[in-house]
């Protein structure tokens, strides 16, 4: 099982260098990255009335600036008067591979520091920091104390404080119980670019991780969170405060259905999530970034190797009238056709085509050498959804009685929809999803959802979550099209850097409806359309290609899109800017995808530099101004700089 490393996990983390000390007499530590320019420093000290406070610098320049730790729980509260008694020090560094995001093997190299504290009333907590070259993560590690075994956190002070010039880009928190179903929040916010740090969230909830921030010209930084599991929930910012900045907050009462509490606890000896920073002079490191899956460890080994692949999707463009045996079969043989490895049979097959159609569907499919993917929802008791199959994964009993089911017809892959927010209750499904999926050989795929946070390596049957406002959006609604090449261009830099993103892209309908004739329209150019098969990144992708494309659309497209890759080795940032364009390389194999989207409704040329084409004849992709696609042959120069010209909306690939 290579890709999930499990048994080589288990004996790394090799600490090659440490260090003990009572903490200094000021009350200040600091750590740097292996190359010196990230420094943290912490200060906890009398003075300041024992409150810890962390600042981050790189290349001396203040990315965060003072913001506070610690936090309260029913064992004793960590958020003042605290004496920072310790302070510890070693190296840290990892070899792993990872097949599912970004980059196939990895080298995680970090400094870390420990602070150990006691509290007024004696208790004891700890705060781990890992400083590697442009990333920083922390996390707080609370011993078994006298009889406590397990403690619940009342509320983090954790926060992020930028300085003055900082501006953000960042998706809201949604209410809870709201939107379709009441199936909200899902992480289907439109982010708000550029803005002032003093602009309000849209609903007052703050946001949801990821969330960019531009320090000026000083630099830029990416925060969010990784490694929760069924021990913690998941957590937001809160809004901006001008004393503390962005603040760690818990899920609101309300989602779940107002059942579950917000407060994670946790068993004795534990720990809360890594917090993660990543930063730099540039971009660069925030796309490339692989901190997410650099300190989390996968948490079982596969009982099965699960393939990545392609697919085909009926629900996108046909929609629930698709869900029915002959518009399900059409798919089965598009995805044939194309050489596609998986088909999604989406909502209401329960009821409208029924499990004695679905088996044979399912052996049909096989027969054409297509797995099919088969959606439930989540809930439950959580909202309100009537598509079935509902009440089949809540369950321990049902849901063991369904992947019976499943693995007697020998399903691969479930997808899991509308869950039920942030809560430490919802946290603990998805971690018995994932589970339960792995003892009958199944992957999941979860829609409706939250954020994966490390995920990708934890948990080795899982294959990607929406949290996005993804290709549906586009079919429901004109603004979506409107804003399409927006959007498109600012997830490399947010959302999919920290995880992996089941976006259900590619369109090469002009009209998005079943007919190809009525519907939104679409404002991207095709090759820009294609083009996002390689942004966007996932390891299953449902494409939101039709059967009449093998008609319609043009050939060169539609051969891009047989051959298409959907998992990478190798990921580079060469240039862009959030919401406005992008332009990246991956690796598959020995293969380099380089694509160049443009979000401007007016033309863009760019000259990107690209050593890993150096010399070599390439395959280019382009846009004629009359949109339509066009195929050429380009010799890239020995300097490796090619300059190209981006039409509105519009996009290159070169391969
Ligand atoms: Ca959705």
């Known amino acids: 099982m290579r890709h999930t490393g499990y048994l080589a996990a288990l004996m790394l983390g090799a600490v090659v260098q440490t260090a003990s000390a009572a903490a200094p007499a000021n009350g200040s530590a600091s750590i740097s990255g292996p190359d010196g320019r990230v420094r943290l420093t912490l200060t906890c000290a009398k003075s300041n009335g024992g409150v810890p406070t962390y600042t981050v610098t790189y290349d001396g320049k203040t990315i965060i600036a003072p913001s506070q730790l610690g936090f309260t729980s029913n064992i004793g509260d960590f958020e003042k008067g605290l004496s920072f008694t310790n302070v510890s020090t070693d190296k840290v560094s990892e070899h792993y591979t990872l097949s599912h995001i970004k980059k196939s093997e990895i080298d995680f190299n970090a ?78 916010e439109e ?28 630099g830029w930084a990416l925060v969010s969170e990784t490694g929760v599991d069924s021990k913690y929930c998941g957590s ?50 925030i796309v490339e970034t692989t901190i997410t899956w650099d300190v989390v460890k996968p948490l079982y080994e596969p009982s099965a190797e699960y393939k990545p692949g392609r697919g085909t999707w009926s629900w996108i463009l046909w929609q629930d009238n698709s869900i029915n045996y002959n518009d399900i079969k059409t798919y089965i043989d598009f995805a044939a056709e194309m050489g ?19 088996e044979e569907l399912i052996r049909y499919a096989k027969s054409r050498g297509v797995e099919p993917v088969i959606w439930y929802s989540s809930s439950g008791y959580w ?71 490390g995920w990708e390596r934890m948990y080795p049957n899982y294959f990607g979550s929406e949290a996005v406002l993804a290709s549906e959006n586009l079919v429901f609604n004109q603004h979506f099209c409107d804003e399409e090449a927006v959007n498109a261009t600012t997830h490399p830099f947010i959302r999919n850097a920290v995880g992996c993103m089941e976006f259900g892209p590619v369109f090469l ?135 190209l010209t981006l039409q509105p909306e519009g996009a290159a690939i070169l391969k």
């Open 236 to 285: 937001r910012l809160g809004d901006y405060s001008a004393a503390s900045g962005y603040k760690v907050e818990f899920p609101m009462a309300e989602e779940n259905n107002g059942n579950g509490t917000p407060e994670p606890a946790f068993a004795l000896p534990g720990n809360t999530p890594w917090r993660t920073i990543t930063l730099g002079a540039t971009l660069k490191p």
């Open 191 to 218: 982010y708000v670019l550029d803005a002032p740090m003093t602009a309000k969230s849209q609903y007052g909830h703050g946001y949801t991780f990821p969330a960019l921030f531009r320090i000026g010209e000083d």
């Open 509 to 643: 309908n002009k009209r998005l409806n079943k007919g190809n004739d009525g519907g939104t329209v679409r404002k991207t150019t095709d090759v820009f359309e294609v083009a996002t098969a390689i942004l966007f990144q996932n390891p299953v992708q449902m494409f939101a290609l039709a059967p009449n494309n093998l008609q319609d659309a043009p050939a060169i497209m539609m051969d891009f899109m047989k051959e298409v890759p959907t998992t990478w080795d190798e990921t580079l940032f060469i240039d862009g800017y959030p919401g406005k364009y992008v332009v990246l390389a991956r690796r598959h194999g020995t293969q380099w995808y380089v694509m160049a989207l443009n979000a401007d409704k007016k033309e863009r040329k760019i000259e990107a530099e690209l050593p890993m084409l150096a010399g070599k004849s390439v395959t280019l992709y382009n846009d004629k101004k009359d949109r339509t696609p066009v195929m050429s042959t380009l010799k890239v120069p020995a300097s490796g700089k090619v300059k």
């Open 383 to 453: 909202n309100d959804i009537e598509q079935g199959p509902i009440n089949r994964m809540d369950s321990p009993i049902a849901r063991r009685a369904e992947m019976d089911w499943l693995k007697r017809n020998d399903v691969k892959g479930i997808k899991v929809d509308f869950w039920g927010g942030d809560k430490q209750e919802t946290m603990r499904l998805y971690e018995q999803i994932f589970t339960d999926a792995d003892d009958h050989g199944i992957s999941v795929v979860v829609h409706g959802c939250t954020l994966p946070r």
């Open 111 to 188: 400094n870390k520091m420990v602070c150990d504290f006691t509290a007024a009333d004696g208790a004891k907590m700890s705060i781990e920091f890992l400083v590697a070259d442009n990333d920083v993560a922390f996390r707080y590690c609370i011993p078994k104390q006298n009889d406590r075994g397990s403690i619940r956190i009342m509320d983090e002070k954790t926060s992020f404080a930028f300085p003055e010039a900082t501006t953000t880009f960042l998706t809201p928190q949604s209410d809870a119980m709201i939107g379709w179903k009441r199936t909200k929040p899902s992480y289907e």
């Open 340 to 358: 596609y490895e998986y088909t999604l049979i989406d909502n209401w097959w329960d009821n409208n085509i029924g499990r004695a159609k679905m």
